[in-house]
């Protein structure tokens, strides 16, 4: 498809950009107003599961469609995603309970999956790879716009209207995105030859699911197993034999599902290695972002939404414009170095706050924090992509998917048990202070109304906490206030635990990318001149 008219090639670009922003704006409007739907439906104990669940199906999805692509062509897998991506919306807005939610949430993964694989590799179809940066950059771009309007809009919903309409409100641009690719992308004939892998596939699956299921499960808390217990080692156990039976196939079957041999390339290799810590470090502390301002600053979704947004426009700018750098130089390795370092950074910073840190401090982390994920974010992809041949595009980009979605669902797993482990201790530190006020005030009421919001869930409820403090008479609203933030803190111990561990995530993603292997981004005119330059070469010999 590189030969297309540039006319031809922008209208592509509209429906694939189109189809990327249904699925992103889908998951960030989502974000913002999670605490607020599982303070509605309960089940905070299952919180990180409805984000796991999309991030695994997601995954798998991902790295199964990548070689299938390859083989059938882009166009008959975005539009299955989208279609499966929508039933999942539409089925997530009926959800009476949170086992319900994450059921749908694991369709709306499954199709995720496959438009995020698929429009990513669509572009590497489209354009070499000096060009491609560009649009890499206009893709990140929508993240970025979808981080901006997401938050905004999912706040609204859930402070003014049901908070279905989260999931339903963007179904129509899905249509929209559905047509736009059916009537405008191209049907490729099927690649003879290539046979597909489906033993490998099984195995590559039964690898997967294992080992996220083990990171998700383990920890301490309510329907969690410790580390060392028979459920989590089985867990492990069935995920090394998996892999090493997968290992085997691979190096038998004539067109692999995961060819290793992708891997002696050490682009390919140390690309996909940072892009796995960046995403546990971004995914596994970011998502805690909305429980720090809802939960511990009291913010309401809509004004947390307010608070969420100057990350998102810094994400937005540095996307665009380290996108428009790589095209012009060719050139990435140290963009990917400084956005890292920026992004430690910040999270470092995250780390000190506390209850009584004031929000446009919070802000201007957050914005540094934009700023580092925006420089780093979209070199990735493009790396790997550059390291492959165009025939590996799919399968490449595909694993490259696959490698950050795992670093972001065994973030979100491992951070989440940190989480929970931290707030149970810092809940043990203070209960006796915590008693000894209840005691104090000796009021039946009181502690009955206290109880409740022992339950940090209970926290992210705002109009619950001002319903139940003004139900109290006024002597003891200011007992109830002063114990309240007690409970606070030992939440905002917990979520800025997760930030600390991110950041050091992030600094071994700085480290391994320090041995990137820059390799001079492609260009089509480059590739022109080359090809010019060998049938001038030719026709010497010739002569």
């Known amino acids: 498809m590189v030969h297309l008219s540039d006319k031809r090639k922008m209208t592509i670009m509209i429906a694939i950009i189109t189809s990327l922003f249904f699925a992103a704006i889908n998951q960030t409007i989502i974000g913002i107003a999670m605490p607020r739907i599982i303070a509605k439906l309960g089940g905070m104990d299952y919180y990180s599961w409805a984000i796991t669940i999309y991030l695994l199906t997601s995954t798998v999805a991902s790295?199964?469609?990548?070689?299938?692509?390859?083989?059938?062509?882009?166009?008959?897998?975005?539009?299955?995603?989208?279609?499966?991506?929508?039933?999942?919306?539409?089925?997530?807005?009926?959800?009476?309970?949170?086992?319900?939610?994450?059921?749908?949430?694991?369709?709306?993964?499954?199709?995720?999956?496959?438009?995020?694989?698929?429009?990513?590799?669509?572009?590497?179809?489209?354009?070499?790879?000096?060009?491609?940066?560009?649009?890499?950059?206009?893709?990140?771009?929508?993240?970025?716009?979808?981080?901006?309007?997401?938050?905004?809009?999912?706040?609204?919903?859930?402070?003014?209207?049901?908070?279905?309409?989260?999931?339903?409100?963007?179904?129509?641009?899905?249509?929209?995105?559905?047509?736009?690719?059916?009537?405008?992308?191209?049907?490729?004939?099927?690649?003879?030859?290539?046979?597909?892998d489906y033993l490998g596939s099984l195995f590559l699956t039964l690898t997967i699911v294992p080992m996220l299921l083990a990171f998700s499960w383990a920890g301490d808390g309510p329907e969690k197993y410790a580390w060392g217990s028979w459920q989590i080692l089985g867990l492990f156990t069935a995920t090394i034999v998996s892999l090493i039976i997968f290992i085997a196939i691979q190096t038998k079957v004539k067109s692999p599902v995961l060819p290793l041999g992708l891997f002696k390339n050490s682009v390919f290799t140390v690309s996909n290695l940072v892009s796995f810590f960046l995403n546990a470090a971004m995914m596994g502390a970011i998502i805690y972002v909305p429980f720090f301002v809802q939960g511990v600053k009291g913010i309401s979704p809509t004004m947390a939404g307010y608070v969420a947004m100057p990350m998102s426009i810094a994400m937005l700018i540095t996307t665009s414009v380290s996108g428009q750098l790589m095209s012009k130089t060719g050139k990435y390795k140290n963009m990917a170095i400084i956005g890292l370092m920026v992004m430690t950074i910040a999270m470092v910073l995250m780390y000190f706050m506390v209850p009584s840190t004031p929000i446009y401090i919070l802000i201007i982390y957050m914005i540094i924090l934009g700023l580092g994920i925006g420089v780093a974010m979209p070199v990735f992809s493009l790396t790997v992509q550059n390291a492959v041949a165009p025939q590996q595009i799919g399968v490449a980009t595909a694993t490259s998917t696959l490698f950050r979605n795992l670093g972001g669902t065994i973030g979100i797993a491992i951070m989440g048990s940190l989480m929970s482990a931290s707030i149970t201790k810092k809940m043990t530190e203070l209960s006796s202070n915590l008693g000894n006020q209840t005691n104090a005030a000796m009021n039946p009421e009181l502690a009955e109304k206290l109880a409740l919001f022992q339950n940090p869930q209970n926290l992210l409820d705002q109009p619950k906490i001002e319903a139940t403090l003004n139900s109290l008479s006024p002597e003891l609203q200011s007992a109830f206030t002063k114990m309240l933030d007690i409970i606070r803190e030992a939440l905002s111990y917990a979520i800025t635990t997760t930030f600390l561990t991110g950041a050091i995530v992030a600094s071994v993603a700085f480290l391994i990318a320090l041995f990137l292997k820059e390799i001079p981004l492609r260009s089509g005119k480059g590739m022109a001149l080359k090809k010019q330059e060998t049938a001038v070469e030719g026709s010497s010999v010739s002569k």
């Open 63 to 196: 790295v199964l469609v990548g070689k299938l692509s390859d083989i059938y062509g882009r166009k008959p897998f975005i539009l299955s995603g989208i279609g499966l991506f929508t039933i999942g919306a539409i089925l997530s807005g009926f959800s009476t309970d949170i086992f319900e939610l994450i059921t749908y949430r694991a369709i709306q993964g499954a199709g995720a999956g496959i438009i995020m694989s698929t429009v990513f590799t669509a572009i590497g179809d489209l354009y070499e790879p000096r060009e491609r940066a560009k649009w890499t950059g206009v893709m990140s771009a929508v993240f970025g716009l979808s981080s901006v309007a997401g938050p905004l809009m999912g706040g609204y919903i859930v402070d003014h209207l049901d908070w279905r309409w989260v999931f339903w409100i963007f179904l129509p641009l899905g249509v929209i995105a559905f047509i736009l690719i059916w009537v405008n992308f191209p049907k490729v004939p099927r690649r003879q030859g290539e046979s597909v």
